[in-house]
Nanobody, 125 residues
Framework: QVQLVESGGGLVQAGGSLRLSCAAS????????MGWFRQAPGKDREFVAG????????DFGNFVKGRFTISRDNAKNTVYLQLNSLKPGEPAVYYC??????????????????WGQGTQVPVSS
């Protein structure tokens, strides 16, 4: 059974930084593209960043504008999301997702097979 467990969330001040981690188990991690999404109450999940199975290809949501980076460590079955220059009012729940597919990141939630429970990243002004 695939499990994705996010960690590293917490309250952060505007302009601050945080690194999220997502530990995966129950899958051959190096076969999967991984993605991060975020969601505000009452809104759809929004693509934040994705990384290919090898880590060679990455993709980011248009709003990121160089503030975030995504990386992975296949030896540790873990994907990371570095958040910088966070803004008040940004969607606060971040989700990790795994996609077997073609091994390349997708911006579509429907491309992902498994999801974590989410981690909260509220940004104070």
């Amino acid at each position: 059974q695939v499990q994705l467990v996010e960690s590293g969330g917490g309250l952060v001040q505007a302009g601050g930084s945080l690194r999220l981690s997502c530990a995966a188990s129950g899958l051959v991690f190096s076969d999967y593209a991984m993605g991060w999404f975020r969601q505000a109450p009452g809104k759809d999940r929004e693509f934040v960043a994705g990384i290919s199975y090898s880590g060679e290809m990455t993709d980011f949501g248009n709003f990121v504008k160089g503030r975030f980076t995504i990386s992975r460590d296949n030896a540790k079955n873990t994907v990371y999301l570095q958040l910088n220059s966070l803004k008040p009012g940004e969607p606060a729940v971040y989700y990790c997702a795994a996609s077997l597919g073609y091994g390349f990141p997708s911006e579509l939630t429907s491309s992902y097979d498994d999801w974590g429970q989410g981690t909260q990243v509220p940004v104070s002004s």
